[in-house]
């Protein structure tokens, strides 16, 4: 199956409202940035989403997408769910399944109360399922025949999910990775991981704290996601093959690459192979 990167950028998205910045104004492509969001592809068209965030409706035109299959929730922040209204199109025929968290669960129905109220035919409601997820207990994703895991991680001081599908994970607004998450994100092809800026901040990974993250779980390749606008993506580029020159790090003596290793930063389109059981 194939994983698209709907969304690399942070909350404010890049371009940044009113910035002139060299980022906000790059020609590059690459560098304008959709709230953070991934889609992975069961079908040609269809498949299963990873947070509705504010362009939802502008990602999935972009990314030809026709079907839902169900919806995965990392957290409740605006950036996260803020499309969820969008998905109505997808609902006509049948509820969406919406996997969450409890706490994150009771958010949904406090923030889209009116798509719970019974009212009059009409007026465009999304038909949702929520579901809630206990952490680190496989399940089956609605009718697909694929497993998910939530994976535990932390948002500052909040607790939020997220999600191993197959060989590979997704881990955007993400601070620590506690010591009983490890165990599941052992043995990945693909990891993508939150990694804001460069300068450290209080509830997301730096560039240095998501590089060490990656040493230590070791995926055979690793993405960067929900990037601000402090660096292009040439730029943070540049800034990796910096690191991966840099001191030799760890106990073992062992630089932060070994052979074959690849890291990059992710970009809106950018796709690749996810392999499930």
Same mark, same amino acid.
């Given at each position: 199956?194939?994983? =698209?990167?709907? &969304?690399s950028?942070t909350?404010h998205?890049?371009?940044?409202i009113g ?5 906000c ?9 959709y ?14 989403l990873?947070d509705? &965030?504010p ?9 030809g997408?026709s ?5 995965l929730?990392?957290?409740a ?18 509820d969406? $399944?919406?996997?969450a968290? $409890? ?6 129905r406090?923030r889209?109360a /009116? ?11 999304p038909?949702l399922? *929520?579901?809630?997820v206990?952490p680190?207990?496989?399940?089956a994703?609605g009718?697909?025949g694929? %497993? ?8 500052? =001081?909040?607790g939020? /999910?997220g ?6 994970? /997704?881990l ?6 506690p010591r009983?998450?490890?165990p599941?994100l052992e043995?990945?092809?693909?990891l ?13 990974f730096?560039f240095?704290g998501?590089? %060490? %993250? ?5 995926p ?9 606008h402090?660096f292009s993506?040439e730029? *943070?580029t540049?800034w ?6 840099? $001191?030799?790090?760890?106990? =073992? &003596?062992?630089?932060?690459?070994g052979?074959?290793?690849?890291? =990059? $930063?992710?970009?809106?389109?950018l796709?690749f ?5």
């Amino acid at each position: 199956m194939e994983f =698209e990167i709907l &969304g690399s950028g942070t909350s404010h998205g890049i371009p940044v409202i009113g910035c002139g910045c060299p980022v906000c104004a790059s020609p590059d492509p690459r560098d304008n940035r959709y709230r953070a969001s991934g889609f992975l592809r069961t079908e040609r068209n269809s498949g299963v989403l990873i947070d509705a &965030g504010p362009e939802f409706r502008l990602q999935a035109l972009r990314a030809g997408i026709s079907g839902l299959e169900a919806l995965l929730v990392t957290h409740a922040h605006a950036d996260h769910i803020h499309g969820l209204d969008d998905v109505r199109i997808f609902t006509h025929q049948r509820d969406l $399944p919406v996997y969450a968290s $409890p706490g994150v669960i009771e958010e949904i129905r406090e923030r889209f109360a /009116y798509v719970f109220k019974n009212t009059q035919e009409g007026g465009g409601k999304p038909r949702l399922e *929520l579901i809630p997820v206990e952490p680190g207990k496989p399940f089956a994703i609605g009718n697909t025949g694929i %497993e998910a895991t939530a994976v535990p991680i932390l948002h500052g =001081e909040i607790g939020i /999910y997220g999600w191993r599908l197959g060989d590979s994970a /997704y881990l955007t607004d993400c601070s620590a990775i506690p010591r009983e998450s490890r165990p599941l994100l052992e043995g990945l092809s693909t990891l993508v991981i939150d990694a804001l800026r460069e300068r450290p901040h209080t509830t997301h990974f730096c560039f240095a704290g998501a590089m %060490e %993250e990656i040493i230590k779980l070791d995926p055979g390749r690793a993405y960067l996601t929900h990037l601000c606008h402090d660096f292009s993506h040439e730029g *943070l580029t540049r800034w990796i093959e910096a690191w991966k020159g840099g $001191p030799e790090i760890g106990a =073992e &003596g062992k630089r932060f690459f070994g052979e074959g290793k690849k890291i =990059e $930063p992710a970009y809106d389109g950018l796709r690749f192979t996810v392999t499930t059981p």
